[in-house]
Each structure stands twice: as structure tokens, then as C-alpha cells.
Nanobody, 121 residues
Framework: QVQLAESGGGLVQAGGSLRLSCAASGIIRLINTMGWYRQAPGKQRELVAA???????NYADSVKGRFTISRDNAKNTVNLQMNSLKPEDTAVYYC???????????????WGQGTQVTVSS
């Protein structure tokens, strides 16, 4: 079994900052890409930012220059520092990891339960 535990969501005013954290635990052998997705009401889930085990990053255009993703490979954690938040950043944020477990089932995607981020104007 694998669990992705998220923390750090909440309510913040426009222009403020939040930091999301996610810790992966369980029968993990290797983790490739870790990332954050978000889903606003009535919209599809979209990629916010992702980072490979080697440190290469990818950001949605809408968050470039405001959000920073980082990870600790030794601790199986990924963080998302969100600055200059806007009301349009309001969504449920999900942690994602592409990882290999000890179960012999190959590489699979795993998701956290989601954490609400609300930015007031």
C-alpha cells in the first residue's frame, strides 16, 4: 500500500502565500515524477507543477514565477511554495507521484486525498 499525505491548504487573501507539503509512504521502491494538480469547481483537473527525481521541473503557464516546487528524495516528500496567490488559484490541490512499489506491479500513479486552497479577493 502507498499513501500520499498532503498538508498546508487553507484560506488566504489575494497576494498572500501558502506552502503545500506531501509525504509518500508505504512499500515504495522508487519515485519518478512527483507533482501537484488542482481542480476548481466545474473544471478539469490540471497540472500545476511537477518535478522529476533528477530535479527537472515543469510549471503551468499560469503559475510560472509565482509557485516553486521542490522535493526531498530521501524523505519522499514534495512541496509547493505558492506566492502572490490570486483568486483564480482557488481549487482543491492534489499531490501525485509516479512510483514503483515492492509489490511487483510496475510503475503506477498515486494520488493524495486533496487539500483545499481558497484565495479571497
Amino acid at each position: 500500500q502507498v499513501q500520499l499525505a498532503e498538508s498546508g491548504g487553507g484560506l488566504v487573501q489575494a497576494g498572500g502565500s501558502l506552502r503545500l507539503s506531501c509525504a509518500a509512504s508505504g512499500i515504495i521502491r522508487l519515485i519518478n515524477t512527483m507533482g501537484w494538480y488542482r481542480q476548481a469547481p466545474g473544471k478539469q483537473r490540471e497540472l500545476v507543477a511537477a518535478i522529476t527525481s533528477g530535479g527537472s521541473t515543469n510549471y503551468a503557464d499560469s503559475v510560472k514565477g509565482r509557485f516553486t516546487i521542490s522535493r526531498d528524495n530521501a524523505k519522499n516528500t514534495v512541496n509547493l511554495q505558492m506566492n502572490s496567490l490570486k483568486p483564480e488559484d482557488t481549487a482543491v490541490y492534489y499531490c501525485n507521484a509516479m512510483l514503483l512499489t515492492s509489490s511487483g506491479r510496475g510503475w503506477n500513479d498515486y494520488w493524495g486525498q486533496g487539500t483545499q486552497v481558497t484565495v479571497s479577493s
